[in-house]
T-cell receptor, first 114, second 114 residues
Framework: SQQGEEDPQALSIQEGENATMNCSYK?????LQWYRQNSGRGLVHLIL?????REKHSGRLRVTLDTSKKSSSLLITASRAADTASYFC??????????????FGKGTKLSVIP | KAGVTQTPRYLIKTRGQQVTLSCSPI?????VSWYQQTPGQGLQFLFE???????NKGNFPGRFSGRQFSNSRSEMNVSTLELGDSALYLC?????????????FGPGTRLLVL
């Protein structure tokens, strides 16, 4: 079953604008990860934020995590046409040292218009 | 460091046949997970292997199986293929599969069942 739910399902913006995607989840997590997927290819890892972190930056990416609201957001600043892709949030449960699996949302399809 | 590799990249099979997909993790990674991606169900966890042992399995029928070798390479097998098995199959690796790590994905194997 899907744990993360991204919002919006689709987003279309002009090049240079900022893009914000949101993710909500249901159960306690150990971490939350954001991935990008171009046209049905493999997933590219963007950023991991741990449950005890509130904000993380990587280049033009900014991720926030609010565990009290069970939600996260991904901000892409100064978007480029090459950012056109589907973006997924994935949650890792609190398994500790045992096996763990990622639970994915259905993704946000971002289109950046040149 | 080379990334996760998957072979073959594309595959066409007919109903009733069986198929074997291969995944080579990042060097040093001992945990390998498999995911199925379809337009309808999204990304779903299949199973995870660590040190040649299956530690976790998703909600898939017994036709889906896998194994891991001593060099951490993994294979998954689908027997008696059904049309609904058409999907992108993604392999991911991480160091030890704990809940605090990043999972790195391969490019996927696109399976079409006719």
């Amino acid at each position: 079953s899907q744990q993360g739910e991204e919002d919006p399902q689709a987003l279309s913006i002009q090049e240079g604008e900022n893009a914000t995607m949101n993710c909500s989840y249901k159960t306690s997590i150990n971490n939350l990860q954001w991935y990008r997927q171009n046209s049905g290819r493999g997933l590219v890892h963007l950023i991991l934020i741990r449950s005890n972190e509130r904000e993380k930056h990587s280049g033009r990416l900014r991720v926030t995590l609010d565990t009290s609201k069970k939600s996260s957001s991904l901000l892409i600043t100064a978007s480029r046409a090459a950012d056109t892709a589907s973006y997924f949030c994935a949650t890792g449960p609190t398994y500790g040292a045992g096996s763990y699996q990622l639970t994915f949302g259905k993704g946000t399809k971002l289109s950046v218009i040149p | 460091k080379a990334g996760v590799t998957q072979t073959p990249r594309y595959l066409i099979k007919t109903r009733g046949q069986q198929v074997t997909l291969s995944c080579s993790p990042i060097s040093g990674h001992r945990s390998v997970s498999w995911y199925q991606q379809t337009p309808g169900q999204g990304l779903q966890f299949l199973f995870e292997y660590f040190s040649e042992t299956q530690r976790n399995k998703g909600n898939f029928p017994g036709r889906f199986s896998g194994r891991q070798f001593s060099n951490s390479r993994s294979e998954m097998n689908v027997s008696t293929l059904e049309l609904g098995d058409s999907a992108l199959y993604l392999c991911a690796s991480s160091l030890s599969g704990t809940g605090t790590e990043t999972q790195y994905f391969g490019p996927g194997t696109r399976l079409l069942v006719l």
